[in-house]
């Protein structure tokens, strides 16, 4: 009786000494989400990048937004996107955008209305600033490094000491991404002269940046990290129109895709797992994870009909204005001449370059639901 008695007693600090030589684990009981990215993950129609004189993008027009919001709220498909999705596993509220504006009301956290977070990401975003790019950016002032800057002014205002700061940010889960489409789409789509090996030299320079940007973070207190990767786009309706091929060869039979641009995304994703890898071994108190969009969106293109999708149709966009994928860049979706199909749940993509609210949360529920779906443990 009294040996069993004291190995019970003995448990609990066995437990104690374990945490305290590995340093705590982080929170699983998240409280915030940020997030950064371009089109894919951004939430609301740009406001302060916009220079004056320019349209809004195309995705602040009907018909997005039809299927969940019945309006358009910047977010470029029919409804929810997939960061949408991770808040909602989480219970969080859908996130604000936030561009760098004044927070009225800064020095009242509890009121503040990105207490639980907000969305730093821009449609057009690059992960390399304009300078690097060769001017090539979409946005003004929206690279990753800026929507950075934001985020630390932000979090700054809200928690203006440092152990505030850290105590919050342990709680905070982070979406770093997808980021990086934006910069390698201008460079092959923008510029005819550039050479598929000038492309893929970028593919180094933003996976560093990536991984340069998660130490920054981690420098600045925050612990929790999903990190996507790019999707396969090889399989966008605008790559399929621009590098369309009449050799077979060009095409993967499973998918319908073109094999060198999924080739193209699965490289920068190896890159980016390798830059999480070396930033894991630096940093063991902060949990690093990849999040695998690219397998789930090939995985929808093989077998389709398990989501609910037409394969004769699931290579073309479900908004546009015609041409052999439903995409003519002379008039795309949210512009005059382009409609919309009347079923985008049976199409994974909504428009040239993103998936509809059904594919989206295909992709989430993958690669989030289960190691992301708020515990019953975690109310207080
Ligand atoms: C970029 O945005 C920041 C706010 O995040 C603002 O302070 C700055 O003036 C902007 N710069 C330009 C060139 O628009
Ligand atoms: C902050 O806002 C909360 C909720 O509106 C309110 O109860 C509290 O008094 C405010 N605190 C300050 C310092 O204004
Ligand atoms: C690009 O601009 C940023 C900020 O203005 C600066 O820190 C960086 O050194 C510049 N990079 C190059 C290659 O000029
Ligand atoms: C196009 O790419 C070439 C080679 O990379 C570069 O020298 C040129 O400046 C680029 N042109 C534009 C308009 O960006
Ligand atoms: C078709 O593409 C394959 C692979 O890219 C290449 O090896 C082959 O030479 C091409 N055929 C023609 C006729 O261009």
Redesign the pocket.
Known sequence: MAPFVAILLFLPFLAAGFTAAAAPPPSKCYTSLFSFGDSATATGIQKTDNTPGTTAPHCAFPPYGESFFHKPTGRCSDGRTIVDFLSQYLRLPLLPPYWGETIPAAANATKNPYSHGANLAVVSATALDSNET???SGCRNCSLSVQINRFKTLINSLHPTSAKRRAYLKKSLILLGEIGGVDYQRASF??T???QS?VESLIPLVTKRIGAVIEDLIEFGAVNFVVPGDFPKGCFPSYLTKFQSSNQSDYDPTTGCLVYHNWFSARHNKLLKKEIERIRKLHRHVSVRYADYFSTGIRMHRNPEKYGIVKATMNKACCGAGGPYNYNPAAVCGRVGAVACGNPKAYIKWDDHHYTEAANRVIAGAVFKRRFQYRTACRN
Do not use: C, D, P, V
Request: charged residues 10%.
């Open positions: 060769g001017g090539a923008r510029n002269t550039t050479s000038q």
